[in-house]
Structures are given as C-alpha cells and as structure tokens.
C-alpha cells in the first residue's frame, strides 16, 4: 500500500468564514424561544465555534451580539486563535481574549453589557454550566436555544464539499487497499480478525492523509453483523462470513460515511443472498430519491417500504441516514417523520439495512451531497465486490 497521503500535492486554501456570523445574527433575531427572544448567543459547541470562526482549539467560548463577537481561550491558544482567524477572514469580526477562566469569564460579562436575553446552546451545557454561566452573566436573563448553527451548517459551500470529497476519497482507496485481506480471510489462506481489519483500515486512512478517523470503524462479521453498531472484536472471519464494514475519514475536520458489506469466500446464497438483494434494492431506491425540496423523512420512508416488502420492517432498527459534516452526525435527520427539507449542499447519508440474528446482517451506506438537480455521491466504492 501507498504511504504517500492521497492529495499531498495539492493542500487546499483554509475555509473562509465571512458572512456567518451575520446569518447567525439573522437566525437569533427570528429565532423566538418559549422563554423569549434571546439577543446574543453564547457559543460553547466546539464545531459550531469552528464552523464560525475557523478556530480549533479545544478550549474556546464565542459570544455573539447584535454587532460584536468575542471568542475567549486560554493561553495556550493565544498565537493559534490569531493566526487561524486571519486564514479565515474573521479576524475583522471577532475580537480574541486570552487569560484564564476568571479572566474569559469577565471579558465575557463585559462584552454582554448590553444584552438583555442571552441564548445557551441547550445540547451542548449541563445544568451545572446553567448555573455558572447565570453566576457570569447576572442579571441578564440566559434562555435555552436549539440548533441555531447547526441548522446554518446543515447547507455546505463549496469548500467544505471538497473537504468532504476528499475525505471520502481517501476512505475509498483505504478500503480498496486492505481488501485483500478480506479475500485471504475468505479463501482461509490467513487468518484475519475483526479487530485487526479495523485497525489496518484505520492505518490506510492516515497513510493516505486522513487526519483521524470519522468514527470508531466499525467491522462486524457472522453472527456480529447482525447487531448494527458492533465494536471490532477478536472473531475471526471465516469463509461464508457476512462482514460489515462502517467507516469513514476526516480531513481538515470534515467527515465521510461509508458502509459496505462483504460476503467472504463468493457470492451469498440462500436466505442471505435475498437479504443482500434487498438491502442493495432498498438503497438505490433511497439515494435516488435524494433531490432539493423533498423531505428527509421521505428518503427514510423511499427505503422503509422496500424493505418492509420483503418482510424485513421490523429488523431496520434505525434511522435510514443523517447529516455529515465537521460532525459525523449532524442536521438534517434522515429519519421516519423529520420534517426538513433537502437543499443543494445538504450532505446526507443513506444507510438502510436489515439485521437476523440467526443469520447476520447486511448495510449499505453512501454519502450524498444534493445538487440542484438531484445527487452524486461522495463515496465511492463499488458495492459489489467478490471477496
């Protein structure tokens, strides 16, 4: 295998940031909350300080008003948050302050003088940081928001595309480079274990220049493929083997999903080959249906009835995808009943899948980027494969 990192010759400008911070601003002064309107938003989710910002570190607190932003750190930021809000053009809307909690905490207070109503990121602050962040800003009056960011993050630009593309490339080429290991399990010339295919994807991923992996890689076979989010055990695959395989890259902090399921030894038969042929049927039908103006919970009801056909409702026990982005999961969902609505540079995936725990289970997974006419698939490896 290539130990040359798959796009080495060609880095990518950082991502520009302009004209965030002002979407946000919009989306706080229509974002009604059953306890009022708030008037600032304190930004305390990594990712969505990221996606602001362009700042990385993991330690950070955003305030954002009506016409001012302040992003605190600690010191050991103090040259990373400059250097990066210049790569990303923020360094003229966001003011940095450096110091330790007592200090962050008054530089905050005082760049909250004028608000009234101040938003929290309800999913990302525990009732215990309720309580300190009522002790910081005091009188002013904190609410609970929900997915104010992660709403303006569901809608990619052409930057973060390509990030994800190339994330699903190297994913790609990670996966075709350890294939043979599947083939040698599979004609019981090696000895292979779940485990030990995990962790030579994970070292083809970062070979290929993979910052991390996406996720815990998931490899599931025989009688563990049946349970859809298996961690790697010490199994070993042996021919006849159903194998899931769940994985993905990151490269500079955007994620890919991919999911691919191997019969080990030649092609499925009996009562697996129809659930292979399910899966597979029940899949293109819902990546076809990816396309603006349709409702994510129709891509999830596109699959659901293809595999309920086949008598299988009950055992496609999750969601039919989700949203991809600096987060493995993130808005929209892609779910029975989510209301939201696909638009291009929505970044998606499809994953329907069917689990018998007597037999094993089968998954098929892409991720899709919504164009304005339709789709195309960021990953790309081919589906069938004989291993």
């Excluded at 990670?174 to 030579?200: N, R």
């Excluded at 194998?243 to 009996?270: H, K």
Aim: proline share 5%; with cysteine.
């Amino acid at each position: 295998m290539s130990t040359t990192p798959l796009f080495a010759a060609d880095p990518l400008d950082p991502l520009r940031v302009t004209g965030r911070l002002e979407r946000l601003r919009v989306a706080l002064a229509t974002g009604e909350t059953d306890e009022g309107a708030p008037d600032a938003l304190l930004v305390t989710n990594p990712a969505n300080i990221r996606w602001l910002t362009g700042f990385t570190g993991s330690a950070g607190v955003l305030l954002v008003t009506d016409e001012h932003a302040l992003l605190t750190s600690d010191g050991r930021y103090r040259t990373q948050a400059a250097e990066q809000l210049v790569a990303s053009g923020a360094d003229h809307e966001v003011a940095v302050g450096i110091g330790g909690v007592s200090t962050q905490r008054e530089l905050l207070a005082g760049a909250a003088a004028d608000v009234e109503v101040l938003g929290l990121e309800a999913s990302d602050v525990s009732w215990a940081a309720v309580r300190s962040w009522e002790t910081v800003f005091a009188p002013r009056r904190l609410v609970p928001t929900h997915g104010l960011v992660e709403a303006l993050r569901a809608v990619k630009d052409e930057g973060e595309v390509v990030r994800m593309e190339r994330a699903a490339a190297i994913a790609d080429a990670a996966l075709a480079a350890v294939l043979p290991m599947l083939a040698a399990a599979g004609a019981g010339t090696d000895t292979v274990t779940e485990s030990a295919f995990a962790a030579a994807l994970d070292h083809a991923m970062r070979s290929l220049g993979a910052e991390d992996r996406a996720f815990e890689t998931i490899v599931a076979s025989g009688e563990n493929s049946a349970k859809p989010h298996a961690r790697p055990s010490e199994r070993v695959l042996r021919p006849g083997d159903p194998v899931v395989v769940d994985f993905g890259a990151t490269y500079d902090g955007y994620r890919s999903d991919m999911t691919r399921t191997f019969c080990l030894g030649g092609a499925p038969t009996g009562e697996l080959a129809t659930v292979f042929a399910v899966v597979a049927a029940a899949q293109a039908a819902g990546v076809a249906s990816v396309a603006p103006g349709v409702a994510a919970g129709d891509v999830d009801s596109v699959c659901r009835d293809a595999i309920a056909e086949a008598g299988w409702a009950e055992r496609f026990e999750h969601g039919t995808g989700h949203g991809v982005g600096l987060d493995i999961h993130e808005a929209p969902s892609v779910g029975a009943g989510s209301t939201a609505i696909l638009q291009p540079g929505t970044v998606v995936t499809v994953e329907p899948g069917v689990y018998l725990p007597a037999l094993g289970g089968v998954r098929i997974e892409d991720t899709l980027v919504v164009t304005a006419t339709g789709s195309r698939p960021l990953t790309r490896f081919p589906k069938e494969v004989p291993v």
